[in-house]
Structure formats: structure tokens, C-alpha cells
């Protein structure tokens, strides 16, 4: 990972909104991440029942370009 991505990934956490419970934090740190164009997919899909086309960004609702 070059540096540029360390900064983009660091600053994505540190801007996530905080509150709620570990799930609302959560899910705000894949807005942030999206925000700062990262995409997050889950390697273990099974134990959560996620479908396995979708990431993340797009169960937030978020849309992906490109």
C-alpha cells in the first residue's frame, strides 16, 4: 500500500461519525470509506447472510462508479 492510500484509509476512520452502538459506527465508517473511494467488500460472507454480489457501499445505498 503506497502512502496516499494510508492517508486516504486513516483520515476515512478518523471522520466517521462515533455514537450509537458498533453497528452504527459501523456503518458509518463504510460512508466515510466510500466518501474517500474505497470500496469494501467482505471476504466472509457466510456467518452475516450478506449477499455475496453486493458490497457494502452498495447495502448502504451507496453507488459505486466506474
Known amino acids: 500500500m503506497n502512502s496516499s492510500y494510508a492517508y486516504r484509509l486513516s483520515k476515512a476512520c ?3 461519525a ?3 452502538d458498533f453497528i452504527d459506527h ?3 465508517l463504510v460512508k466515510s470509506m466510500h466518501a474517500a ?3 469494501i ?3 466472509d460472507r457466510g ?3 450478506l449477499n455475496p454480489k453486493k ?3 452498495e ?3 451507496l453507488e459505486i462508479e466506474g
Open 14 to 16: 478518523s471522520e466517521a
Open 18 to 20: 462515533k455514537g450509537g
Open 26 to 28: 459501523g456503518w458509518a
Open 37 to 39: 473511494g474505497f470500496i
Open 41 to 43: 467488500t467482505p471476504l
Open 47 to 49: 456467518p452475516a447472510g
Open 55 to 57: 458490497t457494502l457501499n
Open 59 to 61: 447495502m448502504c445505498g
